[in-house]
Structure formats: C-alpha cells, structure tokens
C-alpha cells in the first residue's frame, strides 16, 4: 500500500540539484525501468544508470555505471527499480556514498521499511511505492537549474 507523500514533499525532492541514479536500468525498451530512464532525460533532468552488466555503456545519450559509488557526483536521488528485498541492499550502498544522496525514491511495487528506516535515520527523504515518471507529469515537475 502506498503511503501518503505531499506534494510539496515530492516537489522538493525533484527539485534537489544533482543526478538522478537510476538503479536497476534495462536497455530493454519494453522495461519500465527503460522507459522512465529515457523520460527523465527528455525532460532535462541529469540522469545516469546503475546497472553492473550495462557498465560503460550508454542509454539515451546517458551513461551507465556498476554501482553507485562509480558515478560521477552529486547523487540527488537514488531511484530504484529492484525489488523490495534488493532495495535494502541499493539502500545501504546509497548511505556508504562519500556524499550521500538527499532522497531515495522506490518505485511502484518497491517496499523496503527496513532500508527506508535506515535512510531516514541518515537525514535523507525516502518515497516509496511511488512511480518518479508519473509524479513528474502529475506534478509538472521541471528539472532543477544546473
């Protein structure tokens, strides 16, 4: 079940400067995961891939890294398209970051009360359940100035 984030909450959060990590991308078109990735960038918004098989490789112009701590930094947020269980662990390497992103963003499906708990305890933001592409259209979000 979703739970209840304002839209202030969600507005700020996309609003943070820095890259948008998207961890779990596909290069298969078909995956949500693709999808999103290939949106935020149409919108302007910096984003760069997480996924250890896709690793020097680009998708919409956009490269992909192993891991987080490859990417280039800031990490605003950590948006992640892995399951619940998985998530914990996305968390935990998000919060090893020498600089650790503001929010971390759980895609539809996502649940992690564990790992949110622990980015909370950390200062950072956390969305669950929620899917970043629908609540930028919804929110008419624009990215933030570089």
């Known amino acids: 079940m979703s739970e209840a984030y304002s839209d202030d909450l969600l507005r700020d959060i ?9 961890v779990g991308l596909s290069n298969n078109p078909a995956r949500d995961s ?14 760069v891939g997480i996924n250890p098989g896709l690793a020097g490789q680009k998708i919409g112009g956009a490269p992909v890294y192993a891991r987080l701590a490859d990417a280039p930094g800031p990490i605003a947020i950590v948006d992640v398209f892995r399951n619940s269980q998985a998530a914990g662990e ?9 600089s650790p ?29 929620r899917c970043i592409k629908i609540e930028i259209a919804r929110l008419r979000a624009r990215p933030p100035e570089r």
């Open 90 to 98: 996305t968390i935990d390497e998000a919060l090893a970051l020498p």
């Open 14 to 22: 996309l609003a943070a400067p820095g890259l948008i990590a998207l």
């Open 34 to 47: 693709h999808a999103v990735f290939l949106d935020l960038l149409a919108r302007g918004f910096a984003a």
């Open 101 to 129: 992103p503001r929010a971390i963003w759980l895609q539809l499906g996502v649940v992690n009360e564990a790992g949110a708990a622990r980015a909370r305890a950390c200062g950072m933001q956390v969305v669950m359940d």
